[in-house]
Every structure is written in structure tokens, then in C-alpha cells.
């Protein structure tokens, strides 16, 4: 039946599928799609799920891989072998914009759909992490917002059992109106356990349906947050999904057990496009077809339609493939936890998905042209030609006085100050694993087996990407890698999360593969591959863009846990050095983003391995990465427990000011050997190294009037947070 | 050899930790599922882990107190079995009336996972029964405070049923800051910290690892 | 002359939305062998004004949309209590 131009343009519309997409189905099925296929090219087809504005530059991540991938499939969480044994899944995802519209049950379901992608590989969750970018926080809603999103990821992730590690949290105006909630997860696949995939295979066996009933969850898509509610837009009002972590407790459990088991063939959680996508990607990976009955599948709201059903987005659900013979078992194991587990088809040789409603035939259709034939769009792009860098940089001419003000300024605010409201709200400690929790940059859990210590961190500067992208995203690998080393810890794998504009501008398109590039390279560098991923596109607010965000989760490898670097000050006496690498200078936190000199990637990886090396031949007391606001706030940090330190340097104000890429500081009683060691390395030109400062209790003096009282210092930055995350929202 | 009994509800989480510590003090741990009554007589101790039964709906530890395993375990607690509850286990105790008071949301409406100083005022004869003096342990949990009707507090104190107290800080508005308390006869004992997590110098702590 | 009215404001989870907490004690009343059809938790909240009838509703309306209740995910009813 041939639509007219209107109704056409109506249902492209609602199905979100454009012109040149509808000719592609038309071409692709030889007809015009029937009114069911609408919705399955509308899911499958959408940006989430087909990747098709990023596609072709993802496949770059490809060159990173190396002999400890197991598993890189793209979609589900990637696996990295640790050798003896043990093996870790993790990945990273966004759920920006229903966090926008409800940031408890937004963030909340993030962090459940991160969990599903993990123990449906059979991996038990170990540890969670996240990445926030808020906006002004006198920007409307903000402060809702930020209470909600942590109090969401809070109920979530401790309900569930999952530590929440470490974090990440960021505030620039140009997420006022796209704020950037970014939730990853690891598991641990300890020696023995069999990894679960998800093709499906075997002629006759059954699809089995697991977890919560369907609902009406987030069907009929998301409303523009902008839009104002009121009682008579019932209609409109997007239909929230509701996370039950509780309930995926249980889904974790069941799972894991079916899987280790051996009574599952394969497995895929349900998770944006729910049913559809699962059932189209399983069918297309194992290259089988599969009858799907609709009606079969656990309904919450009996009134639901087909159309309804395929799309629903409703949480903690999971679909299975299963032997005959197992079934019952099956339905046995899940009963026991409270959960329905039932047939709601079968596979088939033939490549087709036929999608029944009461044994009526709605349609056939090859998943491939679903999965496979998704667009992939080449979107316009320039080559990177950093355009903020310069020849030299404005002179930080300030007074020590400004120096101090700024400094107590930033400390006190959502700059620099604490983040202890925040990861005070989440259990760290559930798994009895962790040695190092979220109020270390890096997070380091005791494997149960190997004794070994597995080590967990996010990446990405929202400042350096604004200064240039490339550089951003070098640091968003690099960064995190050298907190890593520092501590001792081996980089070994990445997963990312590459939160972006509206990809058809080409400035937007050109930071993104810029961006792609930078990551490509340091990861190939490190020796660390890029295992999994997620994109967002389109974080964009009545044409105004986000500052472009590749956010990243690097995971580490260390020997042991015993003699961890602290990364504050703990005793008096000792020698504070600051170590400097040659070559790159930004401007100041707050000024016009520019930089000068050259990022040299294969220093950086020079100068990470010597620093692991060094960490754990020559042990400092302390060690950290100094971050953006110079030398002066890192120490400040640094003697937030009581110790300070006494400099005997006279530095120039603009030295302690300075964004140098990159600066260490290393306390220590073996300031000789640690000097040496970096004489004798291959960056001996390009390190220099200054003894700065002597640790001592009570006391930070700078020198050049730059005096600071500790304990103004440790009431300001523990206050700075405090009255956004009190319960602001009911 | 008989073993100690590591209770699990639907949604317990800590249950693994506390498994694997029992191992590591040479005892014999063996799960008791929450559907099933258990043989009393096979087990010296139970204890009943951390976590979110039945996701802490309606009060944190009132759907699991009411599940059938629970009669094994009043029936264990009566015969003067060692019985306890930690965190959550805690909840479970007291909305099952086994231990006095209720647990309710803290003071300041948000969960908190932090370190805390305790001193111990009273001795469980099970139970960190070498712990004396102030002692250090984590905490974690959103549904904390300690309640007791004003008139019971003296009676509390008189029969010697105050096991801990937090030190120094009230993390989350306990009345006179009650941290764990006991039953009359000091075989049930209940605390909202967790010594699971307290039992190595890699985890920040070891002044967990002689409750058991 | 005004005096002390109180109103309640019923809270509930709206009817298409998953109820997490009903499901659960929906859950436990079955294994309990007390079973029922459907569970649903909500908030109840009273409030005290010193005002006449048709004031306090208007303004306990008023605190319901503004605070009370979340209208993405809830309704509400108010009475005189």
C-alpha cells in the first residue's frame, strides 16, 4: 500500500528515519516496509544502535588489538586475558539524555544496563565507575540534577552489590543544557569460568525469555527536556524507565549460575531497542534464523500492542538460547530466584526473524538487512590542524596575593574542591576487594585469586579538549595511564564512551575523528587496546554543542597490593620533587584556551614505563599527577591531611601556576636514587627534575608569600560540594 | 566439625565476603538459602550478612525477617545457638524482634560509606569476645540510625546489651550513638559495621578480623 | 475566621510506571502464602494549615504539583483529612 507525501513524511517523522534511509529500506526489502517493520528499522537503524555516524572511524580501534584481547565483539563489554587465569570484562556507556530528563532514574538505569552488558559474558561484576559533566551549577535545574544523578548511581550501584570505585566528575558551562552521565562497569572471570557469548546457535532451541515482565518503558522515545508538563500531557509525557536494582541482583545471580553451569547456549541482555535488538543481533551474529512468538513474551500491561512489545525498554530483562533438553533446568534455576524464565521462540535455519502475534505471521525479514545493511554515513570532515596552538603564551603576571585568592577560590568550589559528598554515598567496599577506593584517582581491588592488583581509572579533561581536541584526547589515554604508574600499575586495556556534538557539522565531526586518532595511537602505544566502546552523538541544545568529550576507562595490572603510593602527604621530613617532561605548556585554567609547544605521545609512553618502574624499584611515600591549576593547588591538595611542605625553591609565580604536560610530584627519602634513575633513562633530556620542598606537619609555605593555613585549606575543600548532595531533590 | 551458617536472602550481597572469611579462619561456612529450614544441630554459629534483602523494600530487613528460614534460626537463637547480624543482618534481627530496636534511614537521608571509631562497651559471648578499647571499621548504609524508645535505653544499658558505640563522630544520628547491641542472654549480637571488610592491611584495616 | 485544617496528599507511582517496591512485597506476601493481585506503594504526606477548607486545598494543590509529586512517573490525590 503506497503512502501519500503527507503520511510519509509524518512517519518518518515519528520512526525518526530519514528520506534517504526509507528509499535504502525500500531498496532492501524490494517493497514498501509494513507498518510492524517501522518500528524495527527506527530502533535498529537509530545512532545508539547502529553506530552509522561513527562506524568507519571505530573501525580504527582495530589496530590497537594485541594477544590478551579475548573478546572485542564491538557491542557487548570486551575481554582482556591477565594471564594465570583470570580474565576482565569491562565497558563503558552514556545515558545522557534521560538523565537530563530524570537524573535518579536516568543515571539508575545506566548503571543497570553497563552491569547487564558484563555478567552476560558470565563475568561477575566487580567494580563500577563513572564520568559526570555538569554545567553551571546556578544553571536552572543543575543542582537537581547533580543531587539526582548521584543519588540514582548511588541506590543503583549499593543495591546491587557492585562497589563503586572511582569516578570522575567535571562542571563546564557547555553542559548546562546536555549534562554527560557516562557509567562503566568490570567483571571478574575468575580461573575455570566459561565465558558466555551471544550468537545464536543450534537449529530447535528455544529463545527463552528472562527477568522482569514488559512494560510501557520508553516507548513512544523521549520528549524534548525543554518541553513543560502539565496534567493535560498525560499523553506526551515520555514513559520513564524505572530501574529495579534489587531485581537485577537476582538477574545476576540466576545468570551467572545458568551460565557457569552450562545451561545456556547463549546470552544477550535487553537493552536499548530491548527485544528487538537483542533477538535481530543474536539471529544476525550466529547467522540463524529464529520464530518469535509476541505474545508469548511476560506482559506488566496487558493492553500492550506488538509495535509496543518490540520497542519497550524496559530494564533487567535478558534473553537466552537454550538446549531443549536444559529447559527445564532452566525454568528450575530462575524460579528459585524469583524470576520468570520462558519460551518465546525458537531458531531456525533459515535466515529470516518471523515475528508472530497469536500464531498470525506479522512479518519475515532477514536480520541482516537490520543489522548488517544499517547505514553507515561518511560524515564530512578536515583533517586536525590545531587551531588554538601558538607561539607563545601570554605572561602570567599575577601577584602572589591573586595567586593565594585563586587558589582558595577554586579549592572551595566545584573546581577543585572535595568530591568526598559525592563517593561517601557509595559503598566502595562490598566484595571485600578494594585497597584503594574512589578517594584516590586510582582505584585498585585485590584479585582473589592471583593476590594480584587490578587498578581502574576514567580520562578526559574537558578543559584540554577545549585548548584541542588531539591533545585532549591523547591525555584522556595518557592521563590516566601515568596516574596509573605512578602507583605502579600497568595499563592494559581501554574502553571508551565519546560524547559529542551534533555529528553533521564537520568542526563537531572533525574533533570527533581527531579524537579517534589520538586514542588509536596512544593505545598502540601503551599497548593497551581499545576493547569496547560506546558513542553519543547529538548532545546538542538548540544549536549550542557540548565541549567535545571522549571519555575513557583504562584498566591496570600491578603484582601485588602491599606498598601503594599514597597521593597525600603522610610523613614529615621527607623530599618533595617535581618532575617535569619537556615540551608541552597550556594557558592557565580560566584564561583563553591555547597551547604551546608539541605533545609528544611516544615521550609520554617513555616516560609512563620509567615512572611504573621507578614506583616500584624506588617506592615513594606519595606520588601525583599535578592537574590543571598548576603546582601550587597540587601541593595545596596534596596537604589536605595534615602535612604540608616547606619549599626551599623560590619559584616564579607563574612557575607554580603553570599547566605544564606533564608534572609529577614524587615524596621520598631517596631523592638521589629517584634522580639518577632519570638520569641514566632514555628522557634524561627531556626530564628535568627540581627538590622543591621538605614534607612537614601543619605548615604549606611556597615561599614568596604564598603561606596557606591547612586548616582553612581542609575546611574549604570539604565544604565546597557539600550543599549540592544533601537531598536537595525529595 | 560443625559449621557456621551464612545466611542468604534474596538481594543479601555480603554474603561471599563473610563466606570466604570464615575459610580463611579455618572455620567451616556453609550457605542457608532463605526458603529452606536448616538442621539446627549441624551448626556452632550463624551469621546473617550485609546487603539489601529483598532490595530494603518497605523497612531494610522486614520482607526478609518474615522468610521461612527464619525459624530455624529463632528456634537456633533459643536454644542459645550464637547468632550475627551485620548491617543488614542487624535489620533483619531486630524488624524479626530477636534483637531490641529498629534500624531507620540516617539522619542525614543518604547512604555513607566511610571509616568510623567504635568502642566497645559491651561482650556477645560468641563475638569479637577479644575486642576491648576503641577499634576502627567500615560502614555502609543508607538505613543506619539506631532507634529505642528513651524508656528502654536505661534497661538496654543495665543488662549489659550495648555492645558498640561510634566514637568521636555520629555518622548517621544513632540515639547515645549505638553502633551494635546484644540480646539479654549475649548469644544474638548485631552491629551495622563490617568486620568482613576490616581483615587485612591492604583493605585499610584489621580490627575485624577477631570478630569471629 | 480560620482554624486548623489538615489535608492529605495521596502519592502513587502512575499506573503505566514500574513499581518496584509493590512487586517485591507482592513478592514476599506470596511466599508468605498470603498472596495478593497487585501491590502498589505510594507516599501519604499531611499537611497542617491554618486556613479555611477551600484555601488549603488550593494551596495544598498547589505544594502537591510544585514538591510532592513527580509528575513524570507519579499522580496524586488530596482530601480533607
Redesign the interface.
Known sequence: MKLDAATLKTKCKHYRISNEEYQKICQLLKREPLDIEWPLFSALWSEHCSYKSSKIHLRKFGKTMNATVVNASGENAGIIDLGQGERIAFKMESHNHPSF??PF?GAATGVGGILRDIFTMGARPIALANYLCFGEVKAPRMKYLMDGVVHGISSYGNCVGVPTVTGQTNFDPSYSQNILVNALAVGLLRPGEKIALSQAQGVGNWVVYVG?KT???GVHGAAMASEA?D?NSEAK????Q?G?P??EKLLIESCLEAIQQGLVVSIQDMGAAGLTSSSFEMASKGQMGMDLHLDQVPL??SSMTPEEILLSE??ERMLMICEPSKLEAVEKLFSKW?LDACVVGKLKKQRTVSLFWNKELLTEIDPDLLVENAPVYERPFSAWASPRRVSSLPDLKFSAAKVKIELMQVLSNEIAGSRRPIYRQYDQRVGAMTAHGAESDVAIQRLPDSGRGFALAVGCRPFLMQVDAQIGAYDSVFYPALQMAIKGVRALAVTDCLNYGNPERPEIMSEFVASVDAITEASILLKAPVISGNVSFYNETMGSNITSTPATGVVGLRDHVDGLAADRFGKEGLKVLVLRLKGLELSGFGQKPQFKGEYNPQKVTELIALLRKAAMEIPPQASQVVGLGGLALALAKMSLDGIGCQAHQDLSISSWMKNILYQIVWVTDQAEAFEKFFQNSILAADVEILDLAITKKSVLDLGSELQFSLPELQKLSSEALQSYFQGVS? | MKKIGVLRFSGTNCDRDVFSWIQLKGFHPEYLWH?DQFAINDYEALILPGGFS??D??RSGA?AA???VMKSVKEFSKQGGPVLGICNGFQILCEAELLPGALVKNEGRRFIDDWVDLQCVGVSSRFASQVKGSIRLPIAHGDGRYYLPEKDLQALWDSGQVWFQYRNENPNGSVQGIAGVLSKNKNIAGLMPHPERAIADWMGGTDGWSFL | MSNKIKVGVKVMPRE???D??G???E??LK??QMPVGQCR?GKFIELEFQDSQEQALKQAEEIAKK??C????ETYEIKVL
Open positions: 530528563i530524570e532514574q522482569a512494560g510501557k518503558d508538563f496534567e509525557k515520555p514513559n520513564v524505572i529495579d534489587y531485581f506488566r500491561d524496559s530494564q524469583g525529595t | 526458603l529483598f532490595g523494600y518497605l520482607l518474615r522468610s521461612p | 503505566v510506571i514500574l518496584t517496591q512487586r517485591a512485597i513478592q514476599a511466599l508468605n506503594v514538591m510532592l513527580n509528575p513524570l512517573i
